[in-house]
């Protein structure tokens, strides 16, 4: 098992003093708190058991995040931009340094306290979805954080939007271990590339589909098809026991396919789709060509690699 501690960190500013009625609720947007446990539990089960995420500090903020260049949303003006759905800062990052300071992520960190940082906002809070610090950090779906180099270990910031629900947070996650697990395979060719064997599909790779990554399934023929009924082979079962003890001298798989389509991952609901894509994740003890073949370690732990 790998247990991962979580900071929380919610940007949900009360609208209506009078009530106490938070942005969330105004909008009619998600529960903070509720997608949290939806994603530690997906996650959980997703990964086999592996992964287990405790939130060990939660920290509400009345407030808006400060924008990179210094610029803040007030109650006011958020809900005009967001009513007329224009009018929006920009550029619209957030000034990740602030909120590290502001919240001690380094000393938190280095301390033990806690393994990651997930940041939870409303549209155009300004987070990327996923995002490294430390020393050594690396692309995580973002470029690494300039200024958190002497931070002994590296950690993750993911940003989830509480407007869109855990599908969204679960693709999030995805486009994290697509950027960790192409790190480790870097430098690798041809079929010592277990991570580009793993995401290859069909339109890239005719007759060799495997299980393919976040925005395109086995057989999509376009960016989010996870709902086309269009048969091709795939050997993406195979990696459910990844790897093989059946499989030949050398080999990891043993490159059984079989006909698949939309309905095996969930008919286009995006959800079930990631789901079906994180349960093929390698996940076992041992190394297969001095590399873990439990990916789940790099993902949730990059300093493991």
Known sequence: MITSRVLSLIHNPIVDARRGTKLSQALGWYDPDALARDYIRDVREASHGIVDSHIVERIEVDGFPLKADGFRYDVETYLRCWRNRRGFHEPDAVDYLALIREFDMIGKVESGQIDEVWLFGFPHAGYYESTMCGRGAFWCNSPPVAGTEHCARRFVIMGFNYERDVGCMLEDLGHRAESIMARVYKGRRGDANLWERFSRYDQIAPGRASVGNMHFAPNSERDYDWGNSRNVPSDCDDWLN????????????????????????????????????????????????????????????????
């Open 242 to 305: 990844f790897p093989h003890p059946s499989a030949g001298s050398g080999q990891a798989l043993r490159g059984t396919k079989r006909p698949v389509n939309s309905r095996d991952w969930g008919s286009g609901d995006m959800r079930r789709h990631h789901l079906w894509w994180f349960e093929r994740l390698p996940h076992v003890e041992g190394e297969t060509d001095g590399i873990h073949n439990n990916w789940w370690l790099y993902i949730i732990d990059p300093n493991s690699i």
